[in-house]
């Protein structure tokens, strides 16, 4: 790294060498996407408690990212452990959570030799599983690692919102987030590679004595809700509910009893499902 990158870096507090600015500098990323209310984590035990799941017991969060869901949930009793591909993450999660127990490994492949009564994939973490095959290795992962009848919560991003609606495509978004006194401005570009079936963004970076703009690139998959459920299905759940609002990321505030919206026009998608037979090995 240049001398004058690391310079602005301890200046600044942040890694900057990275493939993904957020991801690496977690106090940035809950700065940018704050959850004060903790509603992704209250989101998840309002589902699990309405679809017959435990109020305790144990329970993984794959992306967990900073862990602040996780500490949330153990908090009030569960027993969590977290997965992400991001080091600084997971560092970080460990430092939140201290009852935690985190990994860094990838969805796609993560082997924990235990079962879980839930495990939860929030803010589209699923959707780095670009490809089919991916997606089928992660669901069935997921299977292997719930108990019999263990519960499976996602939110994401909707597919189908994009049939038709092209808000989130126009133009350039420029946010400015601060933190440690410093003000960090993103300029966020997304389009549709409809060949692969995936969101793509440009993500611009850059602060006052930024050495060098930082030109990071990032996908999702595109998933729609019916071939969101035949996937499930085929790797052996039982679909209880998909919907796209009211979530943890929606206009609509999620409350306890909201009632689930099956329109599947919104720009989240939700689902809960259900892990049917034996399951194979962990
Ligand atoms: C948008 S963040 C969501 C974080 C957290 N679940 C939340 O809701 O605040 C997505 C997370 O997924 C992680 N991630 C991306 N690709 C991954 C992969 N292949 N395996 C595991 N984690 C991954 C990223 O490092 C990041 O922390």
Same mark, same amino acid.
């Given at each position: 790294m240049p001398q004058r990158v690391q310079d602005q870096e301890q200046r600044a507090g942040v890694?900057?060498?990275?493939?993904?600015f957020l991801t690496d500098n977690p106090a940035l990323y809950e700065q940018q996407f704050p959850d004060p209310g903790h509603v992704a984590a209250r989101f998840v035990d309002d589902v699990v408690r309405r679809f017959?799941?435990?109020?305790a017991g144990s329970l993984l969060d794959i992306?967990?990212?900073?862990?602040r869901d996780a500490r949330y949930w153990s908090q009030r009793g569960r027993d969590v452990a977290g997965l992400d591909s991001s080091e600084r993450m997971v560092e970080y999660a460990r430092r939140q959570c201290p009852d935690g127990e985190f990994v860094v490994a990838d969805m796609r492949s993560f082997a924990l030799e235990r079962r879980f009564d839930v495990i939860t994939c929030l #803010? *589209?973490?699923?959707?780095?599983?670009?490809?089919n095959e991916d997606l089928d290795g992660f669901l069935q992962l997921c299977r292997a690692h719930l108990v019999q009848r263990g519960l499976l919560v996602a939110e994401m991003r909707n597919g189908a919102f994009f049939l038709g609606n092209t808000e989130l495509l126009d133009g350039v978004r420029e946010r400015t987030v601060e933190w440690d006194g410093v003000g960090y401005r993103s300029r966020t570009t997304l389009w549709i590679d409809h060949a692969a079936q995936l969101l793509r963004r440009r993500r611009i970076w850059d602060w006052p004595g930024c050495p060098e703009p930082l030109d990071q690139r990032s996908a999702w998959r595109l998933l729609f809700p019916l071939e969101l459920r035949s996937y499930l299905e085929r790797a052996g759940f039982e679909v209880l509910a998909v919907f796209?609002?009211?979530?943890?990321?929606? #206009? *609509?505030p999620w409350h306890a009893d909201a009632p689930l919206s099956e329109a599947l026009a919104g720009d989240r998608l939700h689902f809960v499902a259900r892990a049917c037979g034996a399951g194979g090995a962990v």
């Open positions: 890694q900057v060498a990275s493939s993904n017959g799941g435990p109020d992306g967990c990212g900073t862990g #803010d *589209s973490a699923l959707l780095y599983c670009h490809t796209d609002e009211p979530g943890p990321r929606t #206009d *609509s």
